[in-house]
Each structure stands twice: as C-alpha cells, then as structure tokens.
C-alpha cells in the first residue's frame, strides 16, 4: 500500500523525463511480462509472439477509438484486450500438439503474419499515408490523460489492477491448472486437468494482458500506433524481463521489467559521461549492445531462477539476521 | 510453364543457401542440445572478419584461415565462459543465454569492424545461363556445389574419424558417452569450431551475395522453419527442409503474393513449419527413427555365428524395438525427444 503510495505520488515530484521515458515504459514493460509471465512460467508454454499480441492490442484498442468514440477509455482497452486474447487462443491452437522450440516457432509464425497484416492492410490504420498513425486523445470521464502525468497514472491504474486480478489468478483453480500442465502435462491429463482447455485459457489470459500492455505502449508511451515498434525484438525484449526477473513470479515480472528498461538507459547516460562524444555514437551503441548480452549471460548464470528468487533469499536472511 | 520451373529453381537453390545456415544450427543442437541463436551473428562475424582482412590486401586464403582461427577463439571462450556454467539448466535459459552471446558478438564485430555495408567479390561471375530452356543463376549453382561438398565433407569427419564417432555417441547419449572417457568440453569446443566454420562459408557466400552488413543476422530467421520442417537433429534434413522453403517461399511469393498484395514470404515458411509440425514429426528425424527400427529387426532376425553372441544383441535389439514403437506410438514423441 505504501508503494502504491508512493507511486502515485510520483508526478507531483518527478519531471517529465522521468516519467515519459523510465516510468510509463518501465510499467507497461512489467505489464507485458505479466502477460507473458502467465503463459511461460505459469502454463509452461515457451512464446515469442508477444510483440504481435501488443500490435493486435494496440490497432483493436485504435480501431475501437476511432469507430465506437461513445465508448469510454477502460472499456475500450478491455475490449482491445479480449480481442488480443481470442488470436492468442487462436495462435495457441498448436500448442496442443507441439512443444518446446517447435512451439515457439509456431509463434514466431504468429509474430510475422500479425506484423505483415498490419503492415499491408490499411483498414488496420485508418488507410493512414505514413505507417505510423497518431493516437487519438486520451480523455476519461471528462478528464484529459494526454499530460505525461496524466498517460503516467492511466498506465499505473492498469497496472495495478491488472496484476491484482493476475496475482488472484494464479492462486486460484486455474492457476494450479496451469502448474499442473507446466509441471508434467502427461501425469496433469491423468488426473483429469483438462489440459487442452487449460493451456488455451492461458493464451488467452496472456494475449489478453498482452494486448492491453500493447495498447497503453502505442497510446500512452510512444504516442502512435505503428507496427514497427511491436517487432520480435519487443518479443525477445519481453522473454528476456521473464526469464532475468524470474519465471512463475508476479514480483519478478517487476524486476526483469525494470532491468530491461532501466539498465539500456543507464548504460547510455554513462556512456556519454565518461566519452563525452568523444566517442562515434554509432560505436557506442554497439558496445551497449554488446555489454548488455554480456549482462544478460552473467545474470543467467549467476541467478537461474532470476531476480525475484535474490530479493526473496536477500529479505530471509536479513529477517533471520533481525530475528536472532 | 517454364517460368514456374525458373521460380521453383531460383527458389530450391536459394533454400540450399538457408540450409547451410541451417547445418551450423545442427551440429551444435545434436552435440550440445543447445538451440544456438548466436549463429547468425557467427555468419555475419565471419564475414565481416573476412572482408575487413580482404580490404588490408590479404591473400582469399591466408584470410580465410584467420577467419577460420577467430571463430574458433570464439567458439572456444562461448564453450568456456557460457556454456560450461550453464550445464543442466532449461533449454529456454540455454537459448536465451546464446540470445545474449549474439548481442555480445554482434556489438564486439561491429566496433573492431565497423558497421558499413561491406562489398564481397568472391569472383563468381553471377550471369545466368540456360539449361534446357530454363534460366539458372550462376552464382546460386556454385553455392549449391559448395553447400553439396560441405554436407560430403561433413558426413565423413563424422562417420569416419575418431572425433566424429565420439560426436555421435554424445548425441546418442551424453551420460554414457561420459562414462567411457569422452571428453564432452572439447567435443563441444570442436563441434561450435566446426559450427564457426559452417557460419564461415555460409557467411562468404550470402556476403557475396547481399553485401556484408547487419541483416545477415537475420539469415537465422529463415533457418529456424528449415529446422522446424527437417528436424534439430539431421544434417540431411536441414538440405531437405532448406529445399522445401526455399521452394515455397518463392512460389508463394509470385502466386500468392499477388493475391495478398506482397510480401508474403516474410511469413510464409513460418506456416509451412507450423503445418508441418502439427501435421507430422520433422521429414528426417522420422526417417531415421524408422530406419534405426527396421535396421534392428533386420539385424535381430539374421542368424549370428557364435552362439553366446545370439541371445545378447536379439534382447538388446528387442528392446529397442519396443521403445521405438512406444515412442511412435505416444502423442507426445516428439515433446520426449525435446
């Protein structure tokens, strides 16, 4: 609650920098790897097609906009969401038949399809001339979101009240469902899980947080709706913030999010410091790049079961140092 | 009709450059049981080693061979640094881990490089010539002989030679293969030496083709349905799976992509792969497995000379039988497999 607190309480004291390029992109990132979360490290179910997911939220939630203008903002979002969720269901058909990297190329074959469609038709964008079309205004019940503190706590109230419901979700029937089938989905059909049932409702459910992420990423982070910025490196982008914050956690989507987005950023104001443009900017980047994967592999190696496992063993052994 | 013959040409020998991209993912699946996403920036390092050894004025082979010795560096400190630390873990986190490598690789080759458009002249001449009617690029004929002697040449170090022997018997069964003193750390250093290699040729000759820049990473894309389609495993079915996407992808993209307005190769291998693997398992893993199972029935049913010998192997080959059908049999054969 105190977090909460102090989350909301962010704009009255931060500049629009911070919460235009860290905050909203920091949250709608955490978002994201909730949704992938629960298909991954919940269901077992390995996908890269999260940057389609996001596309398909983003153009449902704009096309919803511009069509149904008397339906309020939170509806809007939902229904761009629900209709995110039933492609995922679509594009985790295979997924009861095949698995592993078989499976995750079937979603890569999602990724493609979803961005070519976008790409080539224009009903999608409004037969807009550029590629990239602007977000129409963000306003909800009289109120105008389109200030950055504004988009800021559209995205924070999504956020939370999503993870609330997702966090419920897991521990309910259908997230025991999932664990059973990510566990051993032999030994979970034996016992009766209906297991095809269980793995389409998490792609569902997934695509459907995906989507909404991907709507608040177009709307209120970048802006425009443009299917560029939901490539596969947005998918790989997202597995990374699962696999680094660790999977099958709610809080690790939180911390891979804010690794995935803080550290690019911190790497970049350092460069400038210690170089001062001394340095071809191009170069810098490639050596971000390559200090970044350079990152990745020490984390992955230094903590499998990511951020959220050290925090928990960090909070024990400071409770047992407290306790004694 | 001779257009369509062009097409369905211009697009198999295309699938044999995908292929060859395809092999280097191979060799490292069945040795290590690593997906190796680092192999497209493998091709485009090689390449970029290459010509920028080329544009100093260096000897086609004495640079080739430094080429050859850099990706082995690298091969080596990839087994050193990431894999060893990171035996036993999901295959997921492994994949990840080689996503990261790719990023370090990428960054590293393109710093000490630089990241312009490299020109490739490997003195090809690319005129087509014609063969009964049908227009062939000439280039496409030589990648396809080299992939061809690649595959020859491969097949031999790994049926002829000690080191290919014990690279089988650790894609047949590490633990075993451990047991009897095969040393998997340096196998594994060969086989990713022998993966830099594959990423060596493949990289010449899609540099030569496309110029040496960053979009040779995304050759890895194109690779991932051939391997989908002819199975992690088997080197034949990267040719073969290579073959069928080549061949579809361009056949799509003239008929198909004239209904659908375009493009449509960007996705349509994805499709096939999809299709294929719920249709089926991989063409070649599938083969092999049956051929492994008719070759122990033949071999359990043929009279043996010595009489203490005949019992062992006809068990032996009983159960292997049996497990054969139970894995063709089980709806989740391939899930095990993985």
């Given at each position: ?19 235009n ?10 978002l ?7 298909l991954?490290?919940?269901?077992g ?7 389609g997911?996001m ?6 939630t ?6 149904l ?40 074959a ?10 080539q038709?224009?009903?999608f ?5 550029s ?9 909800f019940l009289g ?9 800021y ?9 999503v ?15 999932w664990m059973?089938?990510?566990?051993m989905?032999?030994?979970a ?13 998490a792609?569902?459910?997934s695509?459907?947080?995906?989507g909404?992420?991907g ?5 209120a982070y ?8 939901f490539?596969?490196?947005r ?6 913030a699962?696999?680094i ?21 911190l ?6 410091g ?5 340095v ?32 928990s ?8 140092r407290?306790?004694? | 009709m001779?257009?369509f013959?062009?097409?369905?040409v211009?697009?198999l020998?295309?699938?044999v450059m ?8 191979v060799?490292?699946?069945k ?7 680092a192999q497209?920036s493998m091709v485009l ?25 850099v990706m082995?560096l690298?091969a ?10 990171l035996v036993?873990?999901p295959?997921i ?11 370090v690789?990428?960054?590293?080759a393109?710093i ?18 014609e ?6 690029s000439?280039?496409d004929?030589?990648a396809?002989?080299?992939?061809g002697?690649?595959?020859?040449a491969l ?6 030679t000690?080191?290919g ?11 075993a293969?451990?047991?009897i003193g ?21 990289g010449l ?6 110029g040496?820049?960053?979009a ?8 991932l ?15 073969v799976?290579?073959?069928i996407?080549?061949?579809g ?22 499709v ?8 089926g ?9 049956s051929?492994?199972f008719?070759?122990c029935?033949?071999?359990a049913?043929?009279?043996?000379k ?14 292997g ?18």
């Amino acid at each position: 609650m105190v977090l909460l607190a102090a989350l909301a309480g962010i704009p009255l004291v931060a500049n629009d920098y911070w919460l235009n390029a860290v905050l909203i992109p920091f949250l709608i990132m955490s978002l994201t790897a909730l949704g992938l979360n629960l298909l991954m490290g919940y269901a077992g179910q390995a996908s890269l097609g999260s940057g389609g997911f996001m596309s398909v939220g983003a153009y449902a939630t704009y096309n919803l906009l511009l069509r149904l203008p008397e339906l309020p903002l939170p509806v809007s979002l939902l229904l761009g969401g629900i209709i995110s969720g039933l492609v995922g269901v679509v594009a985790g058909l295979p997924s009861l038949r095949i698995k592993g990297f078989y499976l995750v190329a079937s979603t890569l074959a999602t990724q493609f399809l979803l961005e070519w469609l976008f790409n080539q038709y224009g009903w999608f964008s409004n037969y807009s001339t550029s590629s990239s079309i602007s977000a129409p205004r963000l306003a909800f019940l009289g109120h105008d979101l389109s200030s950055p503190a504004g988009r800021y706590l559209l995205t924070l109230a999504t956020v939370v009240v999503v993870t609330a419901v997702a966090a419920r979700l897991v521990r309910s029937q259908t997230g025991r469902t999932w664990m059973a089938i990510r566990d051993m989905d032999t030994a979970a059909s034996v016992i009766g899980i209906p297991v095809s049932a269980g793995k389409l409702k998490a792609f569902f459910v997934s695509s459907l947080v995906i989507g909404i992420a991907g709507a608040l990423w177009a709307f209120a982070y970048l802006g425009t709706v443009d299917a560029r910025s939901f490539n596969l490196d947005r998918s790989f982008q997202v597995m990374f913030a699962i696999i680094i914050g660790g999977m099958g956690s709610v809080r690790g989507n939180f911390l891979g999010a804010a690794f995935m987005i803080f550290v690019p950023i911190l790497l970049d104001h350092l460069g400038g410091g210690v170089f001062g443009g001394a340095v071809d900017p191009g170069q810098l980047e490639n050596f971000q790049k390559a200090l970044f994967g350079a990152l990745i592999v020490w984390f992955l190696i230094k903590e499998p079961r990511g951020l959220a496992a050290l925090l928990s063993r960090a909070w024990t052994r400071l409770a047992s140092r407290i306790n004694r | 009709m001779s257009f369509f013959i062009e097409t369905l040409v211009g697009g198999l020998l295309a699938g044999v450059m995908y292929s060859l991209v395809a092999i280097g993912f191979v060799l490292v699946f069945k040795a290590s049981g690593v997906f190796n996403f680092a192999q497209g920036s493998m091709v485009l390092c090689a390449a970029l080693t290459f010509v920028s050894l080329r544009d100093k004025g260096i000897d086609f082979w004495l640079a080739a061979l430094i080429t050859l010795a850099v990706m082995v560096l690298i091969a080596i400190a990839v087994e050193r640094v990431v894999l060893r630390p990171l035996v036993n873990r999901p295959q997921i986190t492994l994949f990840m881990a080689t996503l990261g490598v790719s990023f370090v690789i990428e960054g590293l080759a393109q710093i000490v490089m630089g990241a312009s458009v490299h020109e490739l002249d490997l003195g090809i001449v690319d005129t087509p010539i014609e063969i009964g009617g049908v227009q062939v690029s000439q280039f496409d004929l030589v990648a396809a002989g080299t992939a061809g002697i690649l595959v020859v040449a491969l097949s031999i170090f790994f049926n002829k030679t000690r080191v290919g022997i014990a690279l089988r018997a650790i894609a047949d069964d590490p633990q075993a293969a451990l047991s009897i003193g095969i040393r998997l750390q340096t196998l594994w250093q060969i086989v990713w030496g022998v993966a830099g290699f594959v990423s060596l040729v493949a990289g010449l000759l899609w540099g030569a083709r496309q110029g040496v820049q960053f979009a040779l990473t995304l050759v890895v894309l194109k690779a991932l349905p051939v391997l989908i389609i002819g199975g992690f495993t088997s080197i034949t079915g990267a040719i073969v799976g290579g073959l069928i996407v080549g061949a579809g992808d361009s056949l799509a993209e003239i008929y198909l992509g004239s209904l659908l307005g375009g493009s449509v190769s960007t996705w349509f291998s994805y499709v096939l792969a999809v299709a294929s693997s719920w249709s089926g398992r991989p063409v070649c893993s599938a083969k092999r497995r049956s051929k492994g199972f008719d070759a122990c029935r033949r071999s359990a049913q043929k009279p043996s000379k010595g009489s203490t010998r005949r019992t062992r192997p006809r068990r032996a080959c009983a159960t292997g039988c049996a497990q054969a059908r139970l894995w063709c049999c089980s709806p989740h054969s391939r899930a095990f497999r993985l």
